[in-house]
């Protein structure tokens, strides 16, 4: 039998009123016992944080967890590498968030441990079977899976405010991103299923978007749209065919790469080449 690793981890818990000190746990820290490497993970369910707090601010929450995860790919000392970026964040959020002291735990390995500590801390348990996700919602969820997989979704920016590089009151955000050397990609995971006013949306936002990467990073933008297979759509009626290819037409006129999901592994595959993971 394979003798079980000795590891540690921590919980990240956003507490929103610390005089009544109700929490919620929203991520687990975890690495093997006196070594500097360590693994991180945030929910992806934020339904009990807004029940204890409506007006959180998950996007907020969500980069920390890209904060806490650049920290350790640098392979800094935990003490050294969790603790910093958790002060500074804490002003920023009004010290809403805190990380427990260090538990110990037997692992059979550091990813099976990651997946039964997520159960056992941090996820809502599941009385009803969870209705499958479609349109945008399960682009996204492809997209998270398959940056996660290739070790890159902790290093990127989630949830990017267009209104950085076009004008204030810009209300769209873009799902994610990374800068390798000059050029900044982002993805946006846009579902063609129904309509296509969000293909329209985010090709009338293009050029806007591209002129103020330029301005403000100094950069190159590649901006991505993810969508369904066109197999996926095929079977529908002849007016959803077409809307769909108009998304994707006019997209592509605003010269805005257009891929699918079955191209996604490929795309975090080269994230990770670019990311040097």
């Known amino acids: 039998m394979r003798e079980r690793l000795q590891c540690e981890f921590f919980l990240v818990r956003y507490v929103p009123d610390v005089v009544k000190g109700e929490f919620a746990n929203i991520g687990v820290v975890l690495r093997e016992a006196g070594s500097d490497s360590a693994v991180v993970r945030f929910t992806r369910d934020w339904s009990r944080v807004r029940c204890m ?3 959180a601010d998950t996007g907020l929450l969500e980069a920390l967890e ?11 000392p935990m003490a050294e590498g969790i603790k910093p970026v958790m002060e500074v964040l804490q002003d920023t959020l009004s010290n809403s968030v805190q990380v427990t002291e260090a538990r110990a735990c037997l692992a059979e390995s550091v990813p ?13 348990l599941r009385v009803k079977t969870e209705r499958k996700k479609t349109g945008r919602a399960a682009i996204v969820g492809a997209m998270r899976n398959e940056f996660e997989r290739a070790g890159v979704w902790g290093l990127m920016r989630k949830r990017i405010s267009a209104s950085l590089y076009t ?14 050397n000059g050029v900044i990609r982002m993805f946006q995971a846009v579902s063609l299923e ?11 936002s293009a050029p806007q978007l591209v002129e103020g990467v330029r301005r403000v990073e100094n950069a190159r933008l590649e901006l991505t749209a993810v969508v369904e297979p066109l197999r996926e759509v095929s079977e529908l009626e002849d007016e959803a065919m077409e809307r769909y290819r108009f998304g994707v037409e006019a997209m592509e006129q605003r010269e805005i790469r257009v891929v699918t999901l079955n191209d996604l592994a490929r795309v975090a595959q080269t994230a990770r080449t670019e990311l040097r993971v």
């Open 53 to 55: 707090d409506s007006d």
């Open 194 to 204: 129904g309509d296509v006013e969000a293909a329209k949306g985010l090709a009338y």
């Open 167 to 180: 004008r204030a009151g810009d209300p769209m955000k873009i799902d994610c991103g990374y800068r390798p």
């Open 66 to 76: 890209g904060e806490i995860g650049a920290r350790l790919q640098r392979g800094l």
């Open 112 to 124: 099976a441990e990651m997946e039964q500590l997520m159960r056992m801390y941090v996820e809502p």
